[in-house]
């Protein structure tokens, strides 16, 4: 089955710091990626998603690039700031079916930057 | 437009009882999910529904029921609860684009906890 692998947290790092949390995937066929972030008594908000290999998404300074031949999806941002402290969801839809049978989630990242 | 909501946002149970979670979208998506978040686990999917009147088993459908009489809301039942269903559940809803299914919408979460 699907199964979606990100680094386990908490990660913290300093204001300003570059920021890469990893997420590797399983999956049959050709999955849309996703991360979504959940702030703190939050639900899931989407940060950024690709559909296609060598797609890259970008949202409020993250990016992430679609890599098919390594099966990879890792987050990015050159300079985090405190209000980036979440947790972090790495999660796939391979549309297996035909059906929407929901996404495959790891397990998040919690991320704390201090100031 | 208030996207997606759930009520209650809270709520504690005793071993046995049961209690009904209401998940309500305003997006006209065809697609809804439940998913209940443990720490460590990431989300796992409970049920979901492609449609009015439909309903299929997800990851962990064991203890819970559900039921899509409308188009707009999505109800998940604890006939009687055990203390392994204390977690915190999330709706989400998603539409269906040309290329497959489209980013899920997440409500803010019912935090149940059952002694």
């Known amino acids: 089955g699907d199964s979606v692998t990100q680094m386990e947290g908490p990660v913290t790092l300093s204001e300003e710091a570059f920021l890469t949390i990893n997420c590797t995937y399983t999956?049959?066929?050709?999955?849309?990626l996703f991360w979504y972030v959940q702030y703190p008594g939050e639900g899931l908000q989407l940060l950024l998603k690709?559909?296609?290999?060598?797609d890259k998404g970008s949202n409020k300074g993250f990016e992430a690039t679609y890599r098919k031949e390594t099966t990879s999806f890792h987050l990015e941002k050159g300079s985090v700031q405190v209000s980036d402290s979440a947790v972090y969801f790495c999660?796939?839809?391979?549309?297996?079916?035909?059906?929407?049978?929901?996404?495959?989630f790891g397990k998040g990242t919690h991320l704390i930057i201090q100031p | 437009n208030a996207g997606v909501t759930q009520t209650p946002k809270f709520r504690v149970l005793k071993t046995g009882q049961s209690m009904t979670l209401l998940c309500a979208q305003d997006m006209n998506h065809e697609y809804m999910y439940w998913y209940r978040q443990d720490p460590g686990m990431g989300l796992r999917l409970i049920h979901y529904s492609v449609g009015e009147g439909t309903t299929a088993k997800g990851e962990v459908p064991d203890g819970y029921n559900v039921s899509r009489l409308k188009k707009q809301n999505f109800l998940l039942g604890l006939e009687s609860a055990a203390p392994s269903q204390t977690s915190v559940y999330f709706c989400?809803?998603?539409?269906?684009?040309?290329?497959?299914?489209?980013?899920?919408?997440f409500g803010p979460g019912t935090r149940l906890t059952v002694t």
């Open positions: 690709a559909t296609k290999a060598d």
């Open positions: 999956a049959t066929g050709y999955p849309s």
């Open positions: 999660a796939l839809n391979s549309y297996s079916g035909g059906g929407a049978d929901g996404l495959t």
């Open positions: 989400a809803s998603s539409q269906v684009i040309t290329s497959g299914v489209d980013e899920q919408y």
